[in-house]
Structure formats: structure tokens, C-alpha cells
């Protein structure tokens, strides 16, 4: 196979692709940015996309030559996700082979480009509403919350403290609660809050019990996939939400972790998301669930959960609720393929 990407690049890519990079000017729209947007929300959210596509391109090169086993886990995950871009965007790996070294560079971009502007647009869009979410209707909330400020967000307030404490500690006790506001105790992003299991309600003796089931997820989840209104029992939108957009009819594991670090991050104090943010840790976070969500050993009880998802959102949508008009032609093509396998299968 041959490629204009110099093997240099290798060795200065330094960090792994599948970290924020540097941010990018905006350039002009393409499809590769739209692409980026919805790859970004359901496979890989927080990823160096130029340096993915050019350690993936090298990393084919040496495959014809090795095994995948041969490269760290680290590598391997990283050519997992190179590859389901490749697989999400037809004639992708044609156009990244022909191409210069700059033409793999800007592909890469574009597709940054689209990822970012969706967290960004997110992250915005989810500030004010998850107030709405926590407090109760009617309630009135001392000292409050406003929608537009996150001053008063995270340990501060006793609210979302509540929901941000990690779920092994005890957000009632005093002296956790003291130190987590002065910050004596430090939250790594692989301690899970609270808000991501149902009924913030925490089982140290069966930890995967209501995990990332909660009712905060859902709301968050149908607010940026299926649209704000479709909170509600009945969806009032008259735009088709980005899951439409994009042809998705299944929830995927990486698009809860994504929903749950942008939930996490809009009841926290921290005003900007940034990778280099280790007060919010939102990286970790996210790596820490895409590990659990992607432990092939927790395979079962990560289907189940995946069920339960699909369940909540796509299930009441109106594709789901369809039914055949009857005496219709397609019924009559369905009843009449149903019969020929019921005789096939007598007969064999």
C-alpha cells in the first residue's frame, strides 16, 4: 500500500490520537464536518482526528507485516476507532491514501471541526436546561441556581454537590461534604458521581445496579439526540433531532458515556471544558466509562444496559409505533412471505 504520509510523523506524534489536540481555525463547511459532529457524540468524542488518521494510515502499513496484538492496548484502541471512521464514511480510506500527507492533515481537521462544534453546541444548549431537571417544578431553591451562571454549580451548592459526589462517599456526612467543597478531597474522573446511577440511589455490593440509568440521563440524552421538546411525553419539535439527521435507530455505548461527561460538566462549577482541566477531569471521566462500556468481560451486563437505553429512546418513537394498514399491498407481501416460510419450515 502505498501513502504520501512520511513515517516521521510517528515519531512526532508524541500523544496518543485519542486526546484533544490543539484547537483549529473554522474552515468552510463540508460533509466530512457533519460527519464529525455525529462521530464525535456516538463513537469517539474527545480524539486528536488529525493524528488519528495519520497513525492510522502508517498503522496499515505496518499490519501487513504484523498482528494487531503486537501494538499496546492503547494502539489497539486507537485502530479501533480509525477503523469504524473508515467503515462510518464510504471511500474515506481511498481518498486518505491518494492524498498528501496536507490532504490527510485537512480531512482530519474538517472532521475535528464538526466533533468540536457538536460538544460545544452541547455543552451550551445543556447549561441552562439541566437546572430545570434537578429542581423539582414549583420548588424554590435557597441559595438558587441560576440558569445561566455556574458559579454556584458543583460542591457549592448542595444540590448538584449532592449529585457530583463520588457514589462511594457519603454526600450527607459533614466532614466528606466539608472537604469536598474546600477541595481537600480531590474527585479523579474515575470516581463516578452519583447523578449517573437511578434514583441516585448506590449499591456498594452490586455497583452495575441502576448504573448510567438515571432519569437525568435520559432528559439529557433526548435533548441533544432526539430534540429539547422530546423531554417531554410529547416530542413538539418540527425539526428532525440529529439522531434522524444521521439515519441512528440504536443508542451506542460511547453516545451514553458522551451524554453522561456533558451532564457531568454542566452541573460542575468549571465554566469552560478543556482538556487540561484537572479540576473537572472530564477526559478520565469519559475513558473510564468507554472502559467499562468496552470490557469485553462485562459484555452482558453492558447489552442489558444497551437494551434498557434503546428502550427509553427509540422505542416510543413513531418508526416503533408503525403498523401495516390492513388488506394494504405491503401487508398482503408480508402475510404472503410469512406463509411460504411457515410451509418451508413444515416441509423440512
Not at 469504524?84 to 492533515?105: A, F, N, Q, W
Request: charged share 25%; proline share 5%; with cysteine.
Amino acid at each position: 500500500m502505498t501513502t504520501n504520509v512520511s513515517s516521521n510523523e510517528s515519531r512526532k506524534r508524541g500523544s496518543s490520537a485519542l486526546q484533544l489536540g490543539p484547537r483549529k481555525k473554522a474552515m468552510k463547511s463540508d460533509p466530512l464536518v457533519s460527519h464529525g459532529r455525529h462521530f464525535g457524540r456516538t463513537v469517539f468524542a474527545l480524539c486528536n482526528y488529525p493524528s488519528l488518521l495519520v497513525n492510522g494510515i502508517l498503522r496499515l502499513e505496518q499490519l501487513e507485516d504484523a498482528s494487531i496484538e503486537d501494538f499496546s492496548a492503547e494502539e489497539r484502541r486507537e485502530h479501533l476507532v480509525f477503523t469504524k471512521l473508515l467503515d462510518s464514511y464510504p471511500g474515506l480510506l481511498d481518498r486518505l491514501r491518494e492524498g498528501s500527507e496536507e490532504e490527510v492533515l485537512h480531512v482530519g481537521e474538517l472532521i475535528g471541526k464538526g466533533a468540536s462544534s457538536a460538544r460545544g453546541e452541547d455543552t451550551k444548549s445543556l447549561k441552562p436546561v439541566v437546572i430545570d431537571w434537578i429542581v423539582p417544578a414549583g420548588d424554590v431553591v435557597v441559595p438558587p441556581l441560576p440558569r445561566n451562571s455556574k458559579i454556584t454549580r458543583g460542591f457549592n451548592h448542595p444540590l448538584t454537590g449532592r449529585l457530583l459526589c463520588p457514589a462511594e462517599l457519603d454526600w450527607n456526612d459533614p466532614e466528606t461534604k466539608q472537604k469536598l467543597q474546600s477541595g481537600e478531597i480531590a474527585v479523579s474522573g474515575d470516581q463516578w458521581p452519583l447523578f449517573l446511577y437511578a434514583n441516585e440511589a448506590y449499591d456498594p455490593d452490586d455497583p452495575w445496579n441502576g448504573l448510567l440509568r438515571s432519569r437525568l440521563l435520559i432528559n439529557a440524552f433526548r435533548h441533544v439526540f432526539t430534540s429539547p421538546s422530546s423531554v417531554e411525553k410529547e416530542p413538539k419539535a418540527t425539526r428532525a433531532g440529529n439522531a434522524r439527521l444521521h439515519g441512528m435507530t440504536a443508542v451506542t455505548a460511547p453516545s451514553v458515556a458522551y451524554i453522561a461527561t456533558q451532564v457531568r460538566f454542566a452541573i460542575c462549577s468549571s465554566s469552560v471544558f478543556s482538556r487540561t482541566d484537572t479540576t473537572t477531569d472530564s477526559e478520565t471521566f469519559y475513558h473510564s466509562l468507554l472502559d467499562l462500556l468496552e470490557d469485553t468481560d462485562e459484555r452482558r451486563e453492558v447489552q442489558d444496559l444497551m437494551v434498557w437505553w434503546n428502550r427509553q429512546i427509540f422505542l416510543t418513537s413513531s418508526a416503533t409505533k408503525r403498523s401495516l394498514t390492513a388488506n394494504s399491498a405491503l401487508s398482503k407481501i408480508r402475510q404472503k412471505r410469512a406463509a411460504l416460510k411457515d410451509a418451508n419450515a413444515t416441509t423440512s
